[in-house]
């Protein structure tokens, strides 16, 4: 697979020639070499990535193109709501509360499918594109999301190829390494020109979730100084252990078997740059720069953990938005799609092999253990 090839075939589809910027191409390229360096990719997978990085691609060329053609409409965004963590530590179930109170303007799912030309405020959570995609999606038991629910920014930086999620996808231990010590600077001038082309006719106050803000913590504040960051925190080791699963089937997408060795090798220290890199953050500001939420006390009682968020951010949680919470969570229990199984031995890790990698952490942080 050829970087120079993927592009022709987003221009192709888009018939649009011109990029915003092309910072794009360093991950780019090492994301397409990952697909043919791996013995067990299989021919299926390769296509599978092929259509995902042009995908990629070809929304970016049409972003870059409605921005250019609408100036006037690219408005500032002004202070985000913006949740992070390690993954698996309940940074979906805070976004999914957050957005079910409709006076928030969250990223959703189906418009990142389509974000050009971007929706009105009157079609964005009613429309045929929702419909057929809930259809779809029936079934993905692993990270379901529904189409009019919040999504990850993690699917908006990998249009830059600086994404966590590319990275899952790889299962290619350079491209690994390479997307912790990039510079995230150009992932993030690219996310805010998306937010800006999606609020142009759907106004509102950003909810935005993606754990990995917390490896791009400097870069996410360069680009949103004021934005308010909501970092969410859980046992290391079974947040660990519920990534290794999530990730081992994601992998099926592309390979013909798990690769045990490259997730026993990568993620403890990936997940330890999670908690590294905000601690770090935290040690220089002022001020703690961060709202914490934990795992625990988000289980025993959500709606007073949301009552207490909204304090800090000096807004009420008005009746309506606390029977919609409710709402959600009614709808939404707790292993709606049967129970994760998973365990550290299955990836050859102990707590005793993790605990140098999230030591000064525990330390920082009481967090409830879970066994």
């Not at 590319?166 to 805010?192: C, F, I, N, P």
């Not at 992998?251 to 908690?275: F, G, I, N, R």
């Amino acid at each position: 697979m050829e970087a120079e090839d993927i592009i022709a075939k987003a221009r192709a589809r888009t018939g649009i020639e011109q990029f915003d910027s092309e910072s794009f191409r360093e991950g780019l390229e090492l994301a397409a070499q990952a697909v043919d360096r791996h013995p067990d990719r299989t021919p299926e997978g390769k296509s599978f990535l092929e259509e995902l990085y042009v995908g990629n691609l070809a929304k970016r060329l049409r972003i870059a193109d409605w921005a250019r053609r609408h100036p006037d409409e690219m408005r500032p965004i002004e202070r985000p709501l913006i949740v992070m963590g390690m993954p698996r530590t309940g940074t979906t179930l805070v976004s999914y509360l957050l957005s079910a109170d409709r006076n928030r303007r969250s990223l959703l799912n189906w418009e990142l499918d389509a974000p050009v030309p971007p929706p009105t405020t009157e079609i964005l959570y009613d429309n045929p594109v929702i419909d057929a995609k809930r259809e779809r999606l029936q079934g993905n038991p692993y990270h379901y999301e529904e189409p009019d629910g919040p999504t990850e920014c993690a699917f908006v930086n990998a249009h830059d190829f600086k994404s966590l999620y590319v990275e899952a996808m790889s299962t290619d231990t350079e491209y690994s390494k390479w997307v912790l010590e990039a510079d995230m600077t150009s992932a993030y001038e690219y996310h805010k020109l998306l937010l800006q082309v999606l609020q142009s006719r759907a106004p509102g106050s950003w909810n935005l979730k993606m754990p990995s803000h917390a490896i791009g913590i400097e870069a996410l504040f360069a680009t949103y100084p004021d934005a308010r960051v909501v970092w969410c925190h859980r046992d290391p080791f079974q947040a660990t252990g519920s990534l290794l699963g999530n990730i081992r089937s994601a992998q099926v997408c592309s390979l013909a078997k798990t690769d045990y060795k490259h997730l026993a090798a990568t993620y403890p220290y990936q997940l330890h740059e999670h908690v590294r890199r905000p601690m770090a953050y935290q040690d220089k500001s002022a001020q703690d720069p961060f709202y914490h939420v934990f795992y625990a006390d988000m289980v025993r009682d959500p709606i007073g953990e949301m009552r207490k968020l909204h304090d800090w951010l000096g807004e009420e949680l008005t009746d309506d938005g606390a029977a919609a919470m409710n709402g959600w969570l009614a709808a939404n229990p707790q292993g709606r799609f049967g129970k994760h199984a998973y365990n550290l031995q299955e990836f050859g890790l102990t707590k005793a092999a993790l605990m140098p990698y999230f030591e000064d952490y525990l330390a920082r942080f009481d967090i409830d253990m879970e066994g």
